[in-house]
């Protein structure tokens, strides 16, 4: 009933040419929505270029090169080959087809032609295109005129019959109507494959601004005091996990906290005149004077405590330089950290 009512359309228009769309849509969840336009009779000049152009430059347009059997000898010169080649140079959306092998099959150079284009044997700019082999319509139509639920596929069948018959050379892959949908969905799904990262990356742009628009117009507001608490946990995990990835991984301001430690600090310690205070002379110097007139055999840990004492007096200037460098880097990190923290922003008191 579908394609009666198309002819019945088609066949009260009396011009070759006509901007006025059909639409036919058909709606399932297996398959993209596609879109069928006929610009017939290329090669008559009966198309202009500007509506050509309009839907061949189309990336996501899959091109069908339909020539003639008779043609195939020619068709090198052809210009819906050529107009194909312009808007689709890789032809990585192009298909040709080949109709009409009944009304030639008397004809041997154009058999010989079409079997070489099937082969991949044609001509240098046919090479990567896929052709496919069909019988005349108006044969095709005719053999699915029966009421019959199958008629269509019965019919499809027969074509594929009739051209196993005629082109004995040829791949069986590439006759027929069923050949003809199986290139175009091989097609649609490399168009497919070839657009989806560009999509993903659109979507997840996308995502971000809206996302990002979110955070500048503010969350929902919360009513209750257990609905902040919650905000401020999230937000307080939400900063934990940035001051936590400076620390670790050294990003930002973190490197600075080891070249602290494992740099200036032990600088500072080798620096110190150790050699000097552990001197001989100046350790019995050291021992004498904390001995004072008790005997060293009878409280020699004074003198020891103040070898000690005298040590760690040395060390305590590099050690308060390392904590003063680490607080001041400590410092910065906490602040490039609130800053990497989107959420703090909407709350002032928190990010103080």
């Not at 088609?10 to 709606?27: A, C, F, V």
């Not at 890789?90 to 041997?108: F, N």
């Not at 032990?266 to 552990?278: A, E, G, T, V």
């Not at 922003?345 to 928190?350: A, I, L, N, T, W």
């Amino acid at each position: 009933a579908l394609r009666h009512s198309l002819q019945d359309r088609l066949s009260k228009s009396s011009s070759g040419k006509n901007r006025d769309e059909i639409y036919l849509k058909l709606r399932t969840s297996t398959a993209p929505p596609l879109k069928l336009i006929d610009l017939p009779g290329l090669d008559q000049r009966i198309m202009d270029e500007s509506m050509i152009s309009d839907y061949a430059e189309r990336n996501d347009a899959i091109l069908l090169v339909i020539v003639p059997a008779a043609q195939a000898p020619e068709i090198a010169s052809s210009r819906a080959l050529r107009l194909a080649k312009e808007y689709d140079g890789e032809g990585t959306r192009t298909i040709g087809i080949i109709s009409k092998i009944d009304q030639a099959a008397s004809e041997q150079k154009a058999l010989a032609a079409v079997q070489a284009l099937l082969l991949n044997q044609g001509p240098p700019k046919t090479a990567d295109i896929p052709w496919v082999a069909l019988i005349g319509q108006s044969v095709s139509i005719a053999s699915a005129q029966s009421g019959s639920e199958n008629s269509l596929e019965t019919a499809w069948r027969a074509e594929f019959e009739t051209l196993k018959s005629i082109l004995t050379g040829a791949p069986q892959s590439k006759l027929g109507r069923i050949a003809l949908v199986d290139a175009l969905a091989q097609q649609i799904r490399k168009r497919m494959k070839v657009r989806l990262p560009n999509l993903l990356s659109g979507l997840q742009g996308k995502s971000q601004i809206v996302q990002d628009e979110l955070v500048r117009l503010g969350e929902q507001m919360v009513q209750s005091a257990e609905g902040t608490r919650a905000i401020a946990l999230e937000l307080c995990r939400e900063f934990e996990d940035r001051f936590l990835q400076h620390i670790t991984t050294g990003e930002g301001s973190g490197w600075k906290i080891v070249a602290s430690f494992e740099g200036n600090f032990p600088n500072r310690i080798k620096q110190l005149p150790i050699d000097r205070h552990f001197d001989i002379n100046n350790v019995k110097r050291i021992v004498l004077e904390a001995d004072g007139y008790q005997p060293y055999l009878i409280s020699p840990e004074k003198g020891l405590r103040s070898l000690i004492k005298g040590v760690l007096e040395l060390a305590k200037e590099p050690a308060r330089l390392c904590v003063d460098e680490v607080h001041r880097v400590l410092i910065d990190i906490v602040s490039a950290a609130a800053n990497a923290t989107p959420g703090l922003g909407r709350y002032p008191p928190f990010k103080r």
